[in-house]
């Protein structure tokens, strides 16, 4: 059974600062989403990653995919507010097409 | 272009009563998924369709969950005697295809059994 596991579940940080979010995954899979979720909303697809090593950038978010090593990290610079949000990673098995989801990383950015 | 589309928003039951939720692709995305969003699980996958076939239906919890899909289009879950741990928030995705594909995730429904 796929198993996803994201840490931190939740970070406060204060605007300007940098910070990485780590997404472990428990086998073998090439496609990686990372999603954002505001409360009371829907999911916003961030970024598909689909091969090891894969480098994706968009704004003040960064998101990277070692396959290797089942791991992919969404790093953020110089965080601003509008930032502040739930963040998801969710992983593909190779063979199919349903995500399984890690638990979100509630992020809060304080002015 | 228009998104996913999910109705009713918002449904509030009673306790062993049916409902029936709806999803609107968005037009020409021929895999379509469902999911759900509770406070103790997490996002959980309940069912995968491609086209009008269901591939996937692994997530569904229990046969009081079942769900349909016609002309390629229109998907309907349809949760039959409802209890309390139904609660969730029912999220729709469809993608162009199935594969590596983001999938495009609608507003959801808020189904509260009472």
């Known amino acids: 059974e796929l198993k996803v596991e994201q840490n931190p579940l939740f970070l406060s940080m204060q605007e300007g600062k940098n910070y990485t979010i780590y997404c472990n995954y428990s086998t073998t899979s090439d496609r990686l989403y990372w999603y954002r979720q505001d409360p009371g909303k829907s999911l916003e697809s961030l970024f598909v990653?689909?091969?090891?090593?894969a480098v994706k950038q968009e704004g003040r978010l960064m998101a990277s995919l070692d396959t290797k090593a089942r791991l992919s990290t969404l790093h953020i610079t110089a965080a601003v507010h509008d930032l502040s949000a739930t963040y998801f990673c969710a992983v593909a098995e190779t063979s199919g097409s349903r995500l399984t989801f890690g638990e979100g990383t509630q992020l809060t950015v304080n002015p | 272009g228009a998104g996913v589309s999910q109705s009713p928003s918002n449904k509030v039951t009673e306790k062993g009563k049916d409902v029936e939720l709806r999803c609107d692709p968005i037009s020409g995305h021929t895999a379509l998924y469902w999911y759900r969003q509770s406070l103790g699980q997490g996002l959980e996958f309940l069912i995968y369709?491609?086209?009008?076939?269901?591939?996937?239906k692994s997530g569904l919890p229990s046969d009081r969950f079942s769900a349909e899909r016609t002309g390629g289009s229109v998907s309907t879950l349809t949760i039959q005697r409802t209890q309390q741990e139904d609660s969730a928030v029912y999220l729709c995705a469809s993608s162009p295809r199935s594969g590596p594909e983001t999938q495009y995730f609608g507003p959801g429904t808020r189904l509260l059994v009472l």
């Open positions: 990653l689909l091969s090891n090593g």
């Open positions: 369709f491609q086209g009008n076939s269901a591939p996937d």
